[in-house]
C-alpha cells in the first residue's frame, strides 16, 4: 500500500507545482495588463477632466468632484482601497493567507484612475501593485489553492504589476522582495522573476520599449564630488523624514475626525488639492515630464525648490485625506527636485566642476525613496535599470546609505508600517529576526481569562475574580475598552461610586504585546504594566487573544512550559 501511494503523492505534488509555474506566468501576465490599462485610463481621463489649457475653475472643482465620488463609494461599496495600496497588500500577505476580496482590485482600479486623473498628486505605481496583487489573489481563490498558495500569488502580482507599470522588473523583484514579503531569502524568487519578466514584456508589446526617463549618460567627474554626493544623501534624509512626520501626522488627525465625516474627508483632500493647483498648475497630472526635465539639467533652482516643496504639501493633503493613490511617484519626484536643487547649488559654490545637476537629481531620487520607502535595494537596482550605467552605482550608494540612516535615526518605523499601525494592524517580525525565532507570547499566554462588559456595576466587580494579579479586564466580547485593578475598585467603593459602570474606571493599557513577540519583550513590557500583559491581534489592536502574567513568564523560564 504505502509504495502504492508514495508515487501517487509525488505525482499529486509535482502537478500542483506545475499549475503554480503556469499560474505565475498567467498572474504575471494578468498584472501587466492590469497596470497598462491602470496607466492608460489615468491619461485618458486627465485629458477629459483638464483639456489641454485648464482654467482655474477646472483645475480647482474636478479634484474636489472626483473626491466626493471616491470617497462615497470607498466607504460604502470599495472598502480597503484607500491609500496606495502597498500597506494594505502587505497586511493581506502577512496576516490575511493572501485572502483579497475581487472588489479590491475593481475598486482600487475605478477609484484610483478617478482620483489620479483628476488631479490629485499621488501614484501610479502602489495602486497597480494592490490590483496585481488582487488579481493574483482572486486567481489563487478561484482555483481552491491551498491558502499558502494564495498567499505566495500575492508578492508575486505585486511583482509583476509594478514591473510593468515603472519598466524596472529587477526593481520589481527586488521589492516584493524586500517590501512585500520582507525577507530576501524568500523562496519566491523564482516567481516573482517570472512574473515579473511576463509582465514587462506584456507593457512593452503594449507602451514599447522606451524607458520611463530619459537619462543622458553620467559619470563622476572628481572623488572629491562623493563628498557632494554625501551632502545630498543627507538633505535627502532630512526631506524622507519631514514628508513622513507630515503625512503620518496629517493623516492622524483625518482619522480624529468624527465618524459621520469619513465621506468627506477626501473631499477636503480635494479641497486643498485644489488650490494647490490654482497656485502651481504644474502640480497637475503625475509629474513625470517635470522629473525628466530635472535628469536633463533644464531646471532653475527656484523651480526645483518650489516645485519640489509644492509636490510634499499636495502628496500629503491628498495621500493623508484617504484618496486612492501611491507615494512611489511623487517619492520620486520630490527625490528629482531635492537632487537638482543640491546639483545647481553644488555647481555654484564646489571648488571643482561638478556633474550636470541631471547627476544629482537622478541620485537624488533614489536617496529620497530609500530614506521614505526604506528599501535601499530597490532604489540601487531602480536607478541602475533607468540608466543602464554602473558609474552612478557609487554616488547612489553613498547618498542611500546616509539618507536611510538619518531617516531611520528619526522616523523609526519606516512608512507603509506607520500607516498599518496608525489603522491598528501590526505587522510581524521580519522573517530571520531575533524576534522571529524565540519562544514567543503565544507559547506562554494564558486563553483562559474574563473581560467584563463595561456596564457591570463596579461593586459587582469588586468581587469578581480578576483576569490576573488583580487587574480587571474591561471589554465586549473580545475587544478591549480598558483595564482596572483592584485598588482602584475598591477607592471607588469607598467613595459611594459602587453602582456605576466600571467603563467609567476603565484607563487604556499603556502597552500591549503580539503574540510573535518574544520572551523578553515581554518581560520588558511587563515592567510597565499593571501586572497583566494584554496579547493582540496584529489585525486589529484592540482584539485580545490571550493574556501573560509575571507567573507565567516564570513557568516558561523555568522550562515547566505554560499550560492553556
Same mark, same amino acid.
Given at each position: ?22 499560474? *505565475? ?96 498628486? @499621488? ?15 482572486? #486567481?489563487?481563490?478561484?482555483?481552491? @489553492? ?21 519598466? =524596472? ?6 521589492? #516584493?522582495?524586500? +517590501? ?80 459621520? =465625516? ?29 522629473? !525628466?526635465?530635472?535628469?536633463n539639467g533644464g531646471l532653475l533652482l527656484d523651480a526645483a525648490i518650489i516645485l519640489g516643496v509644492t509636490k510634499i504639501a499636495a502628496t ?15 517619492? @520620486? ?22 556633474? !550636470?545637476? %541631471? ?18 535595494? =530597490? ?7 533607468? =540608466? ?32 498599518? +499601525? ?31 462588559? %463595561? ?9 469578581? #475574580? ?21 485598588? *482602584?475598585?475598591?477607592?471607588?467603593i469607598a467613595a459611594g461610586r459602587g453602582a456605576e459602570s466600571i467603563r467609567t474606571l476603565a484607563e487604556a493599557p499603556t502597552v500591549h504585546?503580539?503574540? !510573535?513577540?518574544?520572551? !523578553?519583550?515581554?518581560? +520588558? ?7 497583566v500583559l494584554p496579547v493582540v491581534s496584529r489585525a486589529d489592536a484592540k482584539t485580545v487573544v490571550g493574556i501573560v502574567t509575571v507567573e ?13
Amino acid at each position: 500500500m504505502r509504495r502504492r501511494i508514495q508515487p501517487a503523492l509525488y505525482r499529486l505534488q509535482l502537478r500542483e507545482s506545475h499549475l503554480f509555474a503556469a499560474l *505565475t506566468v498567467l498572474v504575471g501576465v494578468l498584472a501587466g495588463l492590469g497596470a497598462v490599462l491602470f496607466a492608460v485610463t489615468i491619461d485618458l481621463l486627465n485629458r477629459a477632466f483638464f483639456g489641454i489649457d485648464p482654467g482655474a475653475m477646472r483645475l480647482f472643482t474636478m479634484p474636489v468632484l472626483v473626491s466626493i465620488v471616491a470617497g462615497i463609494l470607498m466607504h460604502r461599496t470599495f472598502r480597503g482601497v484607500r491609500g496606495s495600496g502597498i500597506p494594505q497588500t502587505k497586511e493581506a500577505y502577512h496576516l490575511n493567507d493572501g485572502m483579497i476580496s475581487p472588489m479590491v482590485p475593481i475598486g482600487k482600479f475605478l477609484l484610483g484612475t478617478l482620483a489620479i486623473g483628476g488631479g490629485h498628486a @499621488l501614484g501610479r505605481e502602489g495602486p497597480s501593485v494592490q490590483i496585481g496583487a488582487g488579481l493574483a489573489s482572486v #486567481a489563487g481563490q478561484w482555483l481552491n @489553492l491551498p491558502p499558502e498558495r494564495v498567499r505566495d500569488l500575492v508578492p508575486v502580482g505585486a511583482a509583476g504589476a509594478l514591473s510593468a507599470a515603472f519598466n =524596472t522588473p529587477v526593481a520589481a523583484v527586488i521589492f #516584493a522582495l524586500e +517590501e512585500i514579503i520582507g525577507d530576501m531569502n524568500a523562496t519566491l524568487l523564482g516567481s516573482t522573476v517570472v512574473a515579473s519578466v511576463a509582465s514587462v514584456v506584456v507593457a512593452r508589446s503594449v507602451l514599447g520599449n522606451e524607458p520611463l526617463f530619459q537619462v543622458p549618460p553620467y559619470h563622476l567627474e572628481h572623488p572629491a564630488e562623493l563628498l557632494a554626493y554625501a551632502a545630498l544623501g543627507i538633505v535627502g534624509g532630512i526631506v524622507s523624514v519631514f514628508f513622513c512626520k507630515s503625512l503620518l501626522a496629517l493623516r492622524g488627525a483625518f482619522r480624529r475626525l468624527p465618524g459621520w =465625516t469619513i465621506d468627506w474627508q477626501p473631499a477636503i483632500g480635494g479641497i486643498g488639492m485644489g488650490l494647490i493647483l490654482v497656485v502651481v498648475p504644474q502640480m497637475l497630472g503625475v509629474g513625470y515630464d517635470y522629473v !525628466d526635465r530635472a535628469l536633463n539639467g533644464g531646471l532653475l533652482l527656484d523651480a526645483a525648490i518650489i516645485l519640489g516643496v509644492t509636490k510634499i504639501a499636495a502628496t500629503v493633503v491628498s495621500y493623508a485625506s484617504g484618496n486612492p493613490g501611491g507615494i512611489f511617484a511623487p517619492t @520620486l519626484y520630490i527625490g528629482a527636485m531635492t537632487g537638482a536643487a543640491v546639483g545647481i547649488v553644488m555647481g555654484r559654490v564646489a571648488p571643482f566642476v561638478p556633474a !550636470d545637476p %541631471g547627476a544629482y537629481a537622478l541620485v537624488g531620487m533614489g536617496a529620497v525613496f530609500a530614506g521614505i520607502v526604506r528599501a535601499p535595494l =530597490t532604489s540601487v537596482f531602480m536607478i541602475f535599470e533607468l =540608466t543602464q550605467d554602473y558609474q552612478i552605482i557609487l554616488p547612489l550608494m553613498v547618498a542611500n546609505l546616509l539618507s536611510f540612516y538619518l531617516s531611520r535615526q528619526f522616523q523609526k518605523l519606516p512608512l507603509y508600517h506607520a500607516l498599518l +499601525e496608525q489603522d491598528d494592524v501590526h505587522l510581524p517580525p521580519a522573517a530571520g529576526s531575533p524576534a522571529a525565532e524565540s519562544r514567543t507570547a503565544e507559547d506562554v499566554m494564558t486563553l483562559q481569562f474574563e473581560m467584563l462588559p %463595561g456596564e457591570t456595576p463596579i461593586a459587582d466587580a469588586a468581587v469578581m #475574580a480578576p483576569a490576573g494579579d488583580g487587574v480587571h479586564l474591561v471589554g465586549e466580547g473580545r475587544e478591549l475598552i480598558g483595564i482596572v485593578d483592584s485598588e *482602584t475598585l475598591q477607592a471607588a467603593i469607598a467613595a459611594g461610586r459602587g453602582a456605576e459602570s466600571i467603563r467609567t474606571l476603565a484607563e487604556a493599557p499603556t502597552v500591549h504585546a503580539h503574540p !510573535d513577540h518574544p520572551i !523578553d519583550v515581554l518581560v +520588558e513590557r511587563l515592567a510597565h504594566s499593571h501586572g497583566v500583559l494584554p496579547v493582540v491581534s496584529r489585525a486589529d489592536a484592540k482584539t485580545v487573544v490571550g493574556i501573560v502574567t509575571v507567573e507565567r513568564i516564570m513557568h516558561a523560564l523555568r522550562g515547566a512550559g505554560a499550560p492553556r
